[in-house]
């Protein structure tokens, strides 16, 4: 079974099981890709779906999607899934998948460059999840459905992926990712988890390796940077300067 599979597998009994107990079935838009039959989205419905997205697997482990004007899509679940709170060394593309969407059926459908593709829609119960696997035909039963929460306020405008630069100078940007759950993921450490909390205007990451970094949300200095070592302190000053971090889109 593949890594990314998401919220529950359904085959045609748990369809036909899930339809006798009264759940919605709900399928893909009919006929192909290009040609849904479904309730159409229409493009001033797109501003609907523009934002965060949070979304759970099939551990129902949380992760997220963001959705920007003109198309690009990111999300915080990589190739082997959403990583576990204790997980040690990852990759970029254990942290994240970059996609592109476009309006499809009654929702929004994202293509990424790995072959996963997800759909977010509304049916008769709200804003809905279904997704499909690499080589699965669009046009058939999603591999995977479940509910999709859109998220609001500084949550919403935190939850994503990031570059960020690291405190040594001979060493390059590494990716970050930040769950709406609080919990946080690099690629840098050789124990790669952690966990995020406002205060005031700046995110504080405290990583499981002992370094902790702040990010600044404040409009003068956007994305700013600045990380403590481990055993260094908090309330002095940061190793090695002002950093920057960037939003990956």
Known sequence: MMARDRLLRLTTTVAL?????GMPAVLPPAGAQGHPTSLQATEADASTFIGTWAITDKQNNLFNVR???GGKAVSTVGEVGVPSAGARRLNNAQLRE?????LWGNGVRIDYSNGWSDWIYVDATGFTHASW???QNRASVPT???PAVKLSGTTAEIAGVYLFQPAQNDVKPYTATLLSNGLAFN???????????????TVMIDWISGWRTAMSLDPATPLQLRHWAPGADRKGPETGGIRQGQRVE
């Open 17 to 21: 099981s899930a339809a006798l107990a």
């Open 67 to 69: 959705l920007f004007p």
């Open 98 to 102: 970059l996609g592109r969407w476009r």
């Open 133 to 135: 696997q690499p080589g």
């Open 144 to 146: 995977n459905f479940g």
């Open 187 to 201: 690629d840098i450490d050789s124990k790669a988890s952690g966990v995020w909390r406002l205060d005031g205007s």
